[in-house]
């Protein structure tokens, strides 16, 4: 009973996209990857071999990469550690034959404080290296 008092109640976490506005704003144009759930334009999460970024509830949340993960394609790692909150980023099977190491359907998943799911959703992780990804500008330098 006392285990069950101090559960805080379940709460689904609902990541908002990352704009171009927050890339530009916090210099978020590093080499790295980029989460999209299908059907959007924008990404949810950004990561790289060293940390990862998302927004929620309008605060946009820094995650340290997990460096014991597994390394994926595009230099992100499969696990991403937040003061309150983890990350688990999966590669899925590429139904197409289409995928390489800058573009391939990934699951994210989004543990809250309880290591429950507090949100999932299936996309594609967009990763570049040096260069924009299409249809971005390339960084000046």
């Avoid at 990350?87 to 034959?97: E, I, K």
């Avoid at 699951?107 to 996309?123: K, N, P, S, T």
Wanted: proline share 8%; aromatic share 8%; charged share 30%.
């Amino acid at each position: 009973m006392v285990e069950r008092m101090s559960k805080e109640p379940f709460r689904p976490i609902l990541p908002r996209p990352i704009t171009r506005i927050d890339v530009e704003r916090y210099g978020l144009d590093k080499p790295g990857c980029r989460f999209v759930r299908q059907g959007e334009g924008d990404p949810i999460f950004i990561g790289n071999a060293e940390e990862g970024f998302m927004r929620i509830e309008g605060d946009l949340k820094r995650y340290a990469a997990k460096l014991e993960s597994a390394q994926l394609p595009g230099n992100a790692r499969s696990t991403y550690v937040g003061l309150s909150t983890w990350v688990d980023l999966v590669s899925l099977p590429d139904r197409a034959g289409g995928s390489d190491t800058t573009h391939w359907p990934a699951r994210l998943i989004l543990h809250d404080a309880q290591e429950r799911v507090a949100f999932r959703a299936d996309g594609e992780m967009r990763c570049r290296g040096e260069a924009a990804l299409p249809g971005e500008a390339t960084p000046a330098g």
